[in-house]
T-cell receptor
Framework: GAVVSQHPSRVICKSGTSVKIECRSL??????MFWYRQFPKQSLMLMAT?????????EQGVEKDKFLINHASLTLSTLTVTSAHPEDSSFYIC?????????????FGSGTRLTVV | GEDVEQSLFLSVREGDSSVINCTYT??????LYWYKQEPGAGLQLLTY?????DMKQDQRLTVLLNKKDKHLSLRIADTQTGDSAIYFC??????????FGRGTSLIVHP
């Protein structure tokens, strides 16, 4: 089945630095990928929709300059948290859609635990 | 906007059946999903149901959909300790982008 690889699984960074998270579709091409943020004991919040070859679509309230998304190829999307602060500490999850199976084609990465100290 | 509600916790004894309930508000929902999340991991799609179906069974999993009441449930038969996880209900409409509930923590004790 479709596999999405997300890297790194855990990262600790100092306040003010930037962190890049990668999301790769391993055995299918994903023209669209999604980035979610999950707070403790809360649901997933869709941050943005990443479109290959074009600008990402951000959800209301998500800072575009803070969370930079690049989807340069059909198998890779990256999320860069710029000038990270402790409040950015969270669990970030990406997902990709295998368009050949749209009804159940959302495959999730294993997530990235970001801790900003 | 769309809203998906589910209870936060469920505790069951090993071997019993678990029933996790979910309600949603979007009347244009096309697909409804159940995802499982183990600690520190991403989400794993367990099963899905199309909105014109009432029931779907897949081994130990049974999904029931009451479209009139906008109620979805997931029944896990013969619950095992390995089933302990957070279960997310999600629905999607025309955009196919799922909206998630807050997740139900299933705790299975001996």
């Amino acid at each position: 089945g479709a596999v999405v690889s997300q890297h790194p699984s855990r990262v600790i960074c100092k306040s003010g630095t930037s962190v890049k998270i990668e999301c790769r579709s391993l055995d299918f091409q994903a023209t669209t990928m999604f980035w979610y943020r999950q707070f403790p004991k809360q649901s997933l919040m869709l941050m943005a929709t990443s479109n290959e070859g074009s600008k990402a679509t951000y959800e209301q309230g998500v800072e575009k300059d803070k969370f930079l998304i690049n989807h340069a190829s059909l198998t890779l999307s990256t999320l860069t948290v710029t000038s990270a602060h402790p409040e950015d500490s969270s669990f970030y999850i990406c997902s990709a859609s295998d368009v050949s199976s749209l009804n159940y084609g959302y495959t999730f990465g294993s997530g990235t635990r970001l801790t900003v100290v | 906007g769309e809203d998906v509600e589910q209870s936060l916790f469920l505790s069951v004894r090993e071997g019993d059946s678990s029933v996790i309930n979910c309600t949603y508000t979007d009347s244009s929902s096309t697909y409804l999903y159940w995802y499982k999340q183990e600690p520190g991991a991403g989400l794993q799609l367990l099963t899905y149901i199309f909105s014109n179906m009432d029931m779907k069974q897949d081994q130990r999993l049974t999904v029931l959909l009451n479209k009139k009441d906008k109620h979805l449930s997931l029944r896990i038969a013969d619950t095992q300790t390995g089933d302990s996880a957070i279960y997310f209900c999600a629905e999607s409409g025309g955009s196919y982008i799922p909206t998630f509930g807050r997740g139900t923590s299933l705790i299975v004790h001996p």
